[in-house]
């Protein structure tokens, strides 16, 4: 193993930004990422193995632990029987970098993170830091990272990387747990494999930290050190712990919210979610809690309302395919996109600070859409926004065949009719544009209907099919507890 002296790290732990970082006040780096509005995560590691279990015993989050990528922390693993039982067998022969970045291209989104190392502390990527990698431990000796980093240049993916800075539980000693490493050790580590992940890897498009700790000091000198290698990538929030407040979070790009939350209302900050299709994050052998194409298109269409990313998880299986399941939801999702994605990718967050009975609505230029979730046949009326609009039009509608409109000057009420049926049970997105900027009325009341809680999808509606009592999939609601 190779380290660099411990002055070293002291000296990063007190640097500060250098002359030639990307100047504060411009953050143009951030333009490609709020044009997006939609990406795949991936967790893959070890614990894919595992699948949630261990010994006989199911840890996984179906079973109201945490999720199976947490198995070596629920289950309590000495970090080296963790190891050698399945290091071993980490040969996931079937996967396919190409196929892996054309399927989250057809499904409509438009970057990719994965795990280069969850809190297990086992590396996806060829590093001179440890030898617990993917290179030197598994028998499939294949740099992950490398692959998919060069075939998500190929097709025109950003890529990105999540990567576990803060906790670790096989390297890292801290208090009365004991790593391979000394914490000084540790911090080396750290900090070699951001300049391996920064320096091997082309252009970095996100660095996605995760749980990061109360040290400040420390979380200053790692995101120094991305800004100092790759000023364009993008750090996510998690560098720092959620307890350290917003204007001491001095590398922090976009706020991530806790984990499968949406937002109960517009954020007035870039912001992006972490989904999941299911319960768990990692692979789960038994872990059937999926959710719909329409959850899916409801979750997107929703943050993008609130001006929100959506991070949408797969986790691939120890032999390196994506589930089937997981696949038909990316597709479905990604056809609704093929058509609606006007609605999405580079809208602005709704005109309003509400959304209405019927669902939210989304901003591009003079054109707002109207993401219908569920369906009112007597009318899609909404209020907040001043003026008659010029025309109306299923977005699906290639011919865009005008709609009825009418206007209530008195309480700037809209007011669009609509047939008996639904064009799109998922989300009928209906186009509304307006000749001028559109303008908000100050004066508009309302109030958020949808996902105001983890576990009802609609706050109102009592006796729709398909709303009101609907509850969200226990991973949401699980998520609170």
């Not at 054309?102 to 830091?129: P, R």
């Not at 007035?268 to 329409?294: I, P, Q």
């Amino acid at each position: 193993m190779k380290h660099k002296s411990i002055l070293m790290v002291l000296a990063l732990l007190t640097l500060k930004p250098l002359t030639g970082f990307a100047d504060a006040t411009d953050d143009s780096h951030m333009d490609w990422w709020r044009e997006a509005r939609y990406g795949m995560f991936i967790h893959w590691g070890l614990y894919s193995i595992a699948g949630g279990e261990w010994k006989g015993k199911d840890y996984g989050k179906e079973q109201g632990g945490a999720s199976a990528e947490w198995l070596m922390n629920s289950a309590k693993i000495p970090g080296e029987e963790y190891r050698e039982t399945l290091a071993p067998k980490f040969n996931p022969t079937e996967f396919d970098a190409a196929k892996w970045v054309s399927t989250a291209k057809e499904a409509g989104m438009k970057y990719m993170v994965i795990t280069s190392k969850h809190h297990e502390g086992f590396c996806l990527f060829d590093t001179d830091a440890t030898d617990y990698n993917v290179m030197d431990a598994t028998p499939f000796k294949r740099d992950i990272i490398k692959e998919l980093a060069d075939e998500c240049a190929k097709q025109g993916m950003p890529f990105g990387v999540y990567y576990s800075q803060f906790k670790d539980w096989y390297h890292r000693s801290r208090g009365k747990v004991k790593g391979t490493m000394t914490n000084q050790e540790y911090l080396e580590l750290v900090q070699k494999n951001l300049d391996e992940l920064l320096s091997n890897y082309g252009e970095m498009a996100v660095l996605w930290f995760d749980v990061g700790g109360n040290d400040v000091i420390e979380a200053d000198a790692q995101g120094a050190r991305v800004r100092e290698l790759q000023p364009n990538t993008v750090i996510c929030s998690r560098l720092y712990s959620r307890k350290v407040p917003v204007d001491q979070q001095t590398y922090a790009d976009f706020e991530s919210l806790p984990d499968r939350m949406l937002p109960s209302e517009r954020m007035a900050v870039d912001s992006e979610t972490c989904m999941t299709m299911r319960h768990n994050w990692g692979y789960d052998r038994t872990d059937d809690a999926w959710k719909s194409t329409k959850d899916i298109v409801e979750f997107l269409a929703l943050c993008s309302a609130r001006g929100v990313n959506l991070l949408l998880n797969v986790g691939p299986t120890p032999e390196g395919s994506m589930l089937p399941e997981e696949l038909e939801r990316l597709k479905d999702a990604g056809d609704w996109l093929q058509v609606n994605g006007e609605s999405i990718y580079g809208t602005s967050y709704s005109p309003v600070d509400f959304d209405f009975w019927w669902g939210a609505m989304t901003q591009k230029d003079k054109t707002v859409y109207l993401h219908v979730l569920e369906w009112k046949p007597e009318g899609i009326a909404f209020n907040g926004i001043v003026g008659k609009p010029a025309k109306a039009y299923f977005l699906a509608d290639a011919e865009k065949k005008p709609l009825p409109v009418k206007y209530d000057a008195a309480g700037h009420v809209t007011t669009i009719e609509v047939p008996a049926k639904a064009p799109d049970a998922r989300n009928t997105v209906i186009a509304v544009e307006y000749d001028a900027p559109v303008v908000a009325d100050p004066e508009a009341k309302g109030s958020y209907h949808w996902y105001t809680t983890r576990s009802k999808r609609h706050t109102e509606i009592k006796n729709s099919e398909g709303a009101g009592q609907h509850k969200l999939p226990g991973a949401v609601k699980a998520a609170r507890q």
